[in-house]
């Protein structure tokens, strides 16, 4: 394995022992994609690899996940989500907001709030839709210092960088009136970039379908994306845990694949990818 060559060429025993987890760890049965780019340098794949064993720790026993919803999402829109966990044994808790009155200060005070009485109850896990994933991910600092950090993470079709669409629509009144501060944070590259990735196990699940939403109408469809949400702003590298999904943004929450994606991200025993090496 050309990866893992590189990998034990370094007299590093913590490299070697990251290495031969990695090799010892069996196959998922939802398939997570995820690639090694001819570049990556021997630090990146050991990082990368330390990164996957905290996933194989143990099964998780957490029965709490809180759903943090994106903008304009409510309650009745997640009935399916909701539904399909408590089926299964856990207690969903549920945030939404409102954009159009809610400063983005306030959101996020209510949010540490909420997760605060959440982690009173016991352990969790979250996720985060749209930019329900970057207000997570902004609150990554006090979460840690306040020993509030969920036990792990999926950010379900969340962008990660500048939207190109909200980039598209920042100044148009309708999108102002209706996303509020949200909507201009989403579509600022120099906000989005100091927002921090989240320091704890954290998976990317995300959309492939394109054909409901603005984005095909503005940009095309020369890229793979949801229809508002585009792949590569949903997924921080091409070496990062990621299950892409046939499903447009607005219904992802509730695709039965994205579910079962969603579910094997937060309770398998080893979460592992399929890595394509460098050639």
């Known amino acids: 394995m ?98 159009s009155s809610q400063p983005l200060d306030e959101i996020k005070k209510n949010l540490i709030e909420f997760l605060s009485s959440v982690a009173r109850a016991g352990a969790y896990h979250a996720v985060g839709y749209s930019f329900g994933g970057v207000l997570l991910r902004s609150l990554n600092v006090q979460l840690r210092e306040h020993n509030l950090q969920p036990e792990r993470v999926v950010l379900l079709a969340s962008p990660l960088r500048a939207s190109r669409l909200a980039s598209r629509l920042r100044d148009w009144k309708i999108y102002r009136a209706m996303t509020g501060e949200c909507g201009q944070f989403a579509a600022d590259e120099d906000c989005m970039n100091k927002v921090p990735m989240l320091d704890i196990p954290t998976a990317h699940v995300y959309g492939t379908w394109p054909w409901l939403g603005a984005f095909g109408l503005f940009f095309g469809f020369g890229l793979p994306h949801d229809g508002m949400v585009a792949a590569d702003e949903a997924i921080p590298s091409s070496l990062a845990l990621s299950a892409p999904i046939s499903a447009s943004h607005a219904f992802i929450p509730s695709n039965d694949a994205a579910l079962k994606a969603i579910e094997q991200c937060l309770t398998v025993h080893q979460l592992t990818t399929c890595v394509n090496h460098a050639r």
């Open 2 to 99: 050309i990866v893992l060559s590189r990998l034990l060429d370094q007299p590093s025993l913590i490299q070697a022992t990251i290495a031969q987890a990695f090799i010892n760890t069996k196959q998922p049965s939802y398939h997570f994609s995820s690639k090694v780019h001819p570049d990556s340098t021997a630090q990146d794949i050991v990082e990368e690899l330390y990164f996957k064993s905290q996933w194989s720790v143990c099964m998780s026993s957490t029965r709490q996940i809180v759903f943090i919803d994106g903008v304009g999402g409510k309650r009745y829109m997640r009935g399916k989500f909701v539904r399909y966990f408590e089926r299964r044994g856990y207690t969903v808790r549920y945030f939404d907001y409102r954009v």
